[in-house]
């Protein structure tokens, strides 16, 4: 590997990993992952080959190891050619096996079950070689020659990290989190295909059905439960182990009307499978320190979740899942669990909730990417890695030292037909756009786009900009200066600019300002947003805040409206055109909801640094609340569902997608 100090953005990285569509977990950690250290180093990929690998042209090369042999490639370069090891478990003696006595090299497995356990190992694995005994799985955890030729390992869980300890490696090594998917999935169209309501309780376990996964114990315990809840169903998904006799095992506890196998599935079914669970079991013993991918998606997904109390496990909080013994009080504990599980809906909520919290906070991929790339450079550099703040990097916009009171809004509502109507209904989004608003200096500047001059002021008066300039919808080129005198005599002067959002290049420099204010003008556009969200991005200093602010397509009155027969739209009618000559005002074209809003802004560049709803105008809707009741009833969320989305983003580089697929076809 080259020599001399790197940065991220420069490092070179050759990165050894299986990679899908191979059928393993690592592999779609490793793809997961890519993505984000992509944006961080300059990576080479080696999948099964190291074919054109030039260790020379790189900074540092990087090693996924798990225990079995997709990994070959990735440990015999490793051996050949240290680097940073990330160990995916504690033990690779089945990866051994597969490297040496399946390509029938006897003599090689012999001397590395040496190295690692001695001659007590080495004369058991002897008597192996005489097929007297299978080899010593457990026991012989074949570390030790991977360690000592590794510069540095990255492991997820303290679990991990003591036993690479033990194991006598004495250099760097970083505790980083497993990634964490947050899936989107149908939940009850998989449970349709399951032929199950709503209310039927459902128990999953997912994965490689392998016997340490405890599924004779879950088995047992769901067999209990049927006892007080002869609705409940189980589903097993995956691939049935050799050595399980699962439909033996499910014959003999009577449970072939209540459990179902789909065997190995797609990952959309495999997703879809877990979204349709109301209570997850993650269990194994015995454990080598393996993290489970499974796992994170399930937490992701926000699902009740039971795992075994041992290993990388024991140290996930409390507060996001529940975790049962693997002694003789095992089976009993389950039973408990699923008990109250099945039979407390709010108990299920409020254990996904916290595991989804937690997920998004500690374990998203970006997070996850800025700790390997922050590790590898102090290991090329070779200083001490501080490890960022664990808590999440997004910095809530700082709040005016005082909110701005709407009865000083008020006084700019204009003398215009319809103004003091207008800012009537909407004082209270203005109120909340202002709050969500950061403050600036004196050397900042601020656009308003859209900007009818009504909440303008206020950015140079209470929000501090020393510089603040509108533009609106027009022939490109033309500027106006606006003037406007509020009720009590005080004086705002504007230029604002005219121009086309979706078509024209906006008319500032690079990065010229500090926040823009993108305020109910989204939903106006009928043939290219990204156009208007990349320019944004362009004239946004590093850093630098966009608050969008647009009608909730999602919200209770849009669910209320689609389900009662008329349109979910905030604003679906078509405009009356004008007389000849008129401008006729631009009508809603798309209505978005708070998830397309974060999706929006995170293509373009933008880290979420606040997704809030609320209403346009504070009045109470009790005739909503049985949308509530309906989505608590289907276990759907009720978060986000005000009237109006509030999001605020921060620009962290360049547009990422520049023709997002979920907005964009053709």
């Given at each position: 590997m080259r020599a001399g100090k790197r940065s991220p953005p420069e490092m070179r990285l050759?990165?050894?990993?299986?990679?899908?569509?191979?059928?393993?977990?690592?592999?779609?950690?490793?793809?997961?992952?890519?993505?984000?250290?992509?944006?961080?180093?300059?990576?080479?990929?080696?999948?099964?080959?190291?074919?054109?690998?030039?260790?020379?042209?790189?900074?540092?090369?990087?090693?996924?190891?798990?225990?079995?042999?997709?990994?070959?490639?990735?440990?015999?370069?490793?051996?050949?050619?240290?680097?940073?090891?990330?160990?995916?478990?504690?033990?690779?003696?089945h990866l051994l096996t597969d490297i040496t006595i399946r390509r029938g090299d006897w003599d090689a497995y012999m001397r590395e079950v040496e190295y690692d356990g001695g001659p007590a190992a080495a004369a058991y694995a002897r008597r192996v070689r005489a097929l007297e005994v299978g080899p010593d799985y457990e026991g012989v955890p074949v570390l030790r020659r991977i360690l000592e030729r590794s510069r540095a390992v990255i492991v997820h869980s303290r679990f991990m990290e003591e036993r690479v300890r033990a194991a006598g490696f004495n250099g760097p090594v970083a505790v980083i989190p497993h990634g964490a998917w947050i899936p989107e999935a149908d939940r009850?169209?998989?449970?349709?295909?399951?032929?199950?309501?709503?209310?039927?309780?459902?128990?999953?376990?997912?994965g490689y059905l392998k016997p340490y996964k405890r599924i004779a114990q879950s088995l047992r315990a769901f067999r209990r439960l049927l006892r007080l809840e002869p609705r409940a169903k189980m589903i097993l998904v995956g691939e049935a182990h050799p050595e399980l006799p699962l439909a033996a095992m499910i014959d003999a506890l009577d449970l072939g009307a209540a459990v179902r196998r789909p065997g190995f599935t797609s990952i959309d079914d495999f997703v879809g499978y877990l979204a349709a669970c109301d209570i997850v079991l993650n269990l194994r013993y015995p454990t080598v320190g393996e993290s489970s991918g499974t796992l994170l998606r399930a937490l992701g997904l926000g699902k009740a979740t039971v795992v075994s109390d041992v290993g990388a496990f024991r140290e996930l909080p409390d507060e996001i899942c529940l975790k049962a013994p693997v002694d003789e009080t095992?089976?009993?504990?389950?039973?408990?669990?699923?008990?109250?599980?099945?039979?407390r809906p709010d108990a299920r909520r409020t254990l996904g909730e916290n595991a989804s919290a937690w997920v998004q906070r500690e374990c998203r991929w970006d997070r996850v990417a800025e700790l390997y790339a922050t590790f590898l450079e102090a290991v090329v550099n070779g200083t001490e890695w501080r490890p960022p703040d664990p808590s999440p990097k997004a910095v809530e916009p700082a709040r005016p030292a005082e909110p701005v009171a709407a009865d000083y809004l008020a006084t700019w509502a204009g003398n215009a037909d319809g103004a003091a109507g207008y800012m009537?209904?909407?004082?209270?989004?203005?109120?909340?756009?202002?709050?969500?608003?950061?403050?600036?200096?004196?050397?900042?500047?601020?656009?308003?786009?859209?900007?009818?001059?009504?909440?303008?002021?206020?950015?140079?008066?209470?929000?501090?900009?020393?510089?603040?300039?509108?533009?609106?919808?027009?022939?490109?080129?033309?500027?106006?200066?606006?003037?406007?005198?509020?009720?009590?005599?005080?004086?705002?002067?504007?230029?604002v600019d005219l121009f086309d959002a979706e078509r024209d290049l906006f008319p500032y420099a690079d990065e010229h300002f500090a926040a823009v204010l993108c305020c109910e003008l989204l939903e106006h556009l009928a043939e290219d947003p990204m156009h208007m969200m990349s320019e944004v991005n362009r004239i946004l200093k590093p850093g630098g805040h966009l608050v969008l602010t647009t009608p909730n397509i999602s919200s209770l009155r849009a669910i209320a409206a689609i389900l009662t027969g008329y349109h979910p739209g905030f604003f679906p009618a078509y405009i009356r055109p004008k007389r000849e000559g008129e401008e006729t005002d631009a009508r809603h074209n798309r209505e978005y909801t708070p998830r397309e809003i974060a999706r929006l802004l995170i293509d373009a560049g933008f880290e979420v640094t606040s997704l809030d709803t609320g209403p346009y105008r504070e009045e109470p809707k009790p005739e909503h609340l049985?949308?509530?009741?309906?989505?608590?009833?289907?276990?759907l969320s009720r978060d986000l569902r005000g009237d109006a989305v509030y999001a605020v983003g921060r620009k962290t580089g360049p547009v990422r997608s520049r023709y997002p697929d979920w907005l964009y076809d053709g």
């Open positions: 050759a990165f050894f990993c299986p990679l899908p569509p191979r059928k393993s977990g690592i592999a779609d950690y490793a793809a997961a992952l890519l993505e984000g250290l992509k944006a961080r180093a300059d990576v080479q990929t080696f999948d099964e080959t190291a074919a054109g690998f030039e260790p020379e042209r790189f900074d540092c090369v990087l090693y996924q190891i798990g225990n079995n042999p997709y990994h070959a490639v990735a440990y015999e370069t490793a051996l050949e050619h240290p680097g940073v090891v990330v160990l995916h478990e504690s033990n690779l003696h009850m169209g998989y449970r349709q295909r399951l032929g199950l309501d709503e209310t039927a309780p459902l128990t999953g376990i997912f095992e089976e009993d504990v389950l039973f408990e669990y699923l008990d109250l599980l099945a039979s009537n209904i909407h004082l209270t989004r203005f109120e909340k756009t202002l709050g969500i608003t950061p403050p600036g200096g004196p050397e900042d500047r601020i656009l308003e786009m859209g900007a009818y001059l009504q909440i303008t002021p206020s950015l140079k008066t209470k929000l501090g900009y020393g510089e603040v300039r509108g533009c609106y919808y027009g022939p490109a080129g033309k500027v106006d200066h606006r003037t406007v005198t509020s009720d009590e005599g005080e004086t705002f002067e504007c230029y049985w949308v509530v009741n309906l989505l608590e009833r289907y276990q």
